[in-house]
Every structure is written in structure tokens, then in C-alpha cells.
Nanobody
């Protein structure tokens, strides 16, 4: 089995910073892309940022310049450094990994349960 566990969410004032972490564990053979998505109340889940196994990154326009995604392949962990947070960044942030589990021939998407980020004064 494979698990993705997020941490680092919380309440922060506008303009503040948070660093989210997501560790993948279990029967993992190989991880391709990893990413962060978010879902605000009453809205659909949306992409925040992704990072490939070689380090290539993509960002949503809404977070460009404020957010940095990174990963530690040795730890199967992906990070999201968020600066200049705005109230509209309030959402549950979910980690995603496109990985191949041991014994499987294919890559599949796995999701964490999410961590809540609330930006409010």
C-alpha cells in the first residue's frame, strides 16, 4: 500500500508564509511527477504546482511568484513554500504523486487527504 501524508497547514495572516510537506511511503517502486492541488469551499479542485522527477516545475497563474515547489527524491517528499499568502489562498491543499508501486506495471495517481490552509486576519 502507498500513503501520502501532508503536513504544515494552519492559520496565517495575509502576507504570511507557510511551508507544506507531503511524504509518500509504502510499497513504492518509482515516483514520476508530484504536485499540489487545492480545493476551496464550494469550488472544484485546482492545480497549484507540479514538479517532475528531474525537477521541472509548473505553476498556476494565481500563485506564480509567490509559491515554490520542491522535492527530495531520497525522502519521497514534496514541499510547497507559500509566501505572500492571500485570503483567496484559503483551501484544503492535497498532495498528488504519479507513481509506480512495487509489483505494478503501471503508474497511477495517489492522493493525500489534505491539509487546511486558512489565510485570515
Amino acid at each position: 500500500q502507498v500513503q501520502l501524508v501532508e503536513s504544515g497547514g494552519g492559520l496565517v495572516q495575509p502576507g504570511g508564509s507557510l511551508r507544506l510537506s507531503c511524504a509518500a511511503s509504502g510499497s513504492i517502486f518509482s515516483i514520476n511527477a508530484m504536485g499540489w492541488y487545492r480545493q476551496a469551499p464550494g469550488k472544484q479542485r485546482e492545480l497549484v504546482a507540479t514538479i517532475g522527477s528531474g525537477g521541472s516545475t509548473t505553476y498556476a497563474d494565481s500563485v506564480k511568484g509567490r509559491v515554490t515547489i520542491s522535492r527530495d527524491n531520497a525522502k519521497n517528499t514534496v514541499y510547497l513554500q507559500m509566501n505572500g499568502l492571500k485570503p483567496e489562498d484559503t483551501a484544503v491543499y492535497h498532495c498528488n504523486a504519479h507513481l509506480q508501486s512495487r509489483g505494478s506495471l503501471f503508474y497511477s495517481d495517489y492522493w493525500g487527504r489534505g491539509t487546511l490552509v486558512t489565510v485570515s486576519s
